[in-house]
C-alpha cells in the first residue's frame, strides 16, 4: 500500500488530472504533474509541476524520483517514456492498457482477438487502401485516425458512396495519417459508459452505467440512472471488467458502447483513465471516479460506489464564452447544482472549461431541469 503522505506522479496536466488532485488531497496525498506545456490546470493545484518534452529523458528521471508512484490522466504518451520510467517507479495503468487503448487499431485487434462484441471495421494505410475498406464496410461508415483522434477530431462520417469518390481527398484532409480504422456506422437506440476500477489483486469496483449525450462528437450529457433494463446494465458492467482483467488495468478503464436496438450492446472504445462520462461520481455517488483511481494505484480499499441520487451532468464548453463570462447566477441560485469549472485560461470553441451537475429523486425531471439551465447558460 503506498501511505497517505507519499507523493503521486500525474503524466498529463489537465481537467482530469486536477480533479484527480482535488479528490487525492482528501485522502492525505501530494502531487507532481508532468506536462510539456505549461502552466496547466493541474499544475495549479499540484505541489510541483514540471515542464519538459516527453523526450526529456532528465526531466523524466528528475519527476519519478521525486514521487512514490506515477499514473496518467490521458493516454496519449509515448509508450518508450513508460518503460523508462517504470524502470524507476510504478507505472499505473501498465504499458500494456496503454498500449493498446492509445492506438484503435490495436484497439479493435484486441477486441477482436478476445471475442469482445465491437463496430465491424477495416484498415487503410493509404487512399488506395481507404478506398477498398470504405467498399468492405459500405455506408454509412466513419473514418477513424488510428491516433490522436477524439472529441470527434480525426472522424469523417460518409453516408453514401458519392462522398468517397476521392479518397484522396479525404487522405488529405485528414492530414495523411499513417494509418485509419474504417467503421460501420451503428444504428443505435443509445450510446452508454461504464467505468471500472481494478487493483494489482485482480479486485474491481464499477460505477452505474451512463446514458450518455453527444452533440457534434463531443460529450454533451451524462444521465445516471442510465434508462435501461438491470440486466443491460449488468451486461455493460461485466464487459468492462472482463477488458479491466484482460488488460490488466490497475486504476481505471472507461468503455464506452452502443445499444443496438435488438438489446446488444457493442464496444466503441476504451479509454484507460478517469473520463468526462464519469464527472457526475464526483455529486452523485458516495465515491468519486477520481478518488476511486487514487484509491486503486496507492491500494487503498475502494470507496463505495452507490449512487446517491439522480444526477445529470452537463459539459461546459468554450463556445458559451462567446460574448465573455457566463451569468452564473441562476445555475448557482438552484440548490441541487454542482458548478465545476476548470481555470483553462482561454475559453475556445469546443474546449471543455467546465460541467455542472444537477441532483434530484426522479431522473427525468432532473434531466429537465440540467437542459434548462443548459440553455439559460447557452441564450
Keep these: 500500500m503506498i501511505s497517505p503522505g507519499s507523493t503521486i506522479g500525474i503524466l498529463g496536466g489537465g481537467q482530469l488530472g486536477r480533479m484527480l488532485i482535488l479528490a487525492g488531497r482528501t485522502l492525505g496525498y501530494r502531487f507532481h504533474i508532468f506536462d510539456p506545456s505549461g502552466p496547466c490546470t493541474a499544475g495549479m493545484v499540484a505541489d510541483l509541476e514540471i515542464n519538459a518534452s516527453y523526450s526529456d529523458e532528465v526531466a523524466l528521471k528528475a519527476f519519478a524520483e521525486g514521487v512514490d508512484?506515477?499514473?496518467?490522466?490521458?493516454?496519449?504518451?509515448?509508450?518508450?517514456?513508460?518503460?523508462l520510467l517504470s524502470a524507476i517507479k510504478p507505472v499505473m495503468p501498465g504499458k500494456l492498457a496503454l498500449h493498446i487503448c492509445q492506438h484503435r487499431q490495436r484497439e479493435k485487434d484486441f477486441l477482436k482477438e478476445n471475442r469482445l462484441p465491437c463496430v465491424p471495421f477495416e484498415y487503410a494505410d493509404s487512399p488506395k487502401t481507404l478506398k477498398t475498406a470504405i467498399e468492405t464496410i459500405g455506408f454509412p461508415c466513419v473514418i477513424k485516425t488510428a491516433v490522436f483522434g477524439y472529441d470527434g477530431k480525426g472522424q469523417i462520417k460518409l453516408n453514401a458512396p458519392e462522398e468517397a469518390a476521392d479518397c484522396e481527398y479525404l487522405w488529405n484532409f485528414l492530414e495523411c495519417p499513417a494509418r485509419v480504422v474504417v467503421e460501420q456506422w451503428i444504428h443505435h437506440i443509445g450510446e452508454f459508459s461504464v467505468i471500472c476500477a481494478r487493483k494489482a489483486d485482480g479486485s474491481k469496483s464499477t460505477f452505474p452505467m451512463s446514458e450518455n449525450i453527444h452533440v457534434h462528437h463531443i460529450l454533451h450529457a451524462s444521465i445516471v440512472p442510465a434508462r435501461i433494463s438491470d440486466s443491460t446494465a449488468r451486461a455493460g458492467e461485466a464487459l468492462a471488467c472482463d477488458i479491466a482483467d484482460k488488460l490488466n488495468v490497475i486504476g481505471l478503464i472507461a468503455v464506452e458502447l452502443f445499444l443496438r436496438e435488438d438489446g446488444r450492446l457493442l464496444i466503441n472504445e476504451m479509454a484507460p483513465r478517469p473520463h468526462n462520462s464519469g464527472h457526475y461520481t464526483i455529486d452523485g455517488c458516495i465515491t468519486s471516479q477520481f478518488e476511486q483511481h487514487i484509491r486503486a494505484v496507492t491500494d487503498l480499499p475502494f470507496g463505495s460506489t452507490d449512487l446517491q441520487n439522480a444526477t445529470v451532468m452537463v459539459n461546459l464548453l468554450g463556445d458559451i464564452w462567446e460574448k465573455g463570462e457566463?451569468?452564473?447566477?441562476g445555475l448557482l441560485s438552484d440548490p441541487n447544482v454542482k458548478l465545476h469549472l476548470y481555470d483553462k485560461g482561454q475559453a475556445k470553441p469546443g474546449r471543455k472549461m467546465g460541467h455542472f451537475c444537477v441532483v434530484g429523486n426522479d431522473i427525468d425531471e432532473t434531466l429537465g431541469t440540467a437542459q434548462a439551465h443548459f440553455e439559460r447558460l447557452s441564450s
Design 69 to 83: 508512484i506515477i499514473t496518467l490522466e490521458f493516454e496519449n504518451i509515448p509508450t518508450d517514456v513508460i518503460d
Design 326 to 329: 457566463p451569468d452564473w447566477s
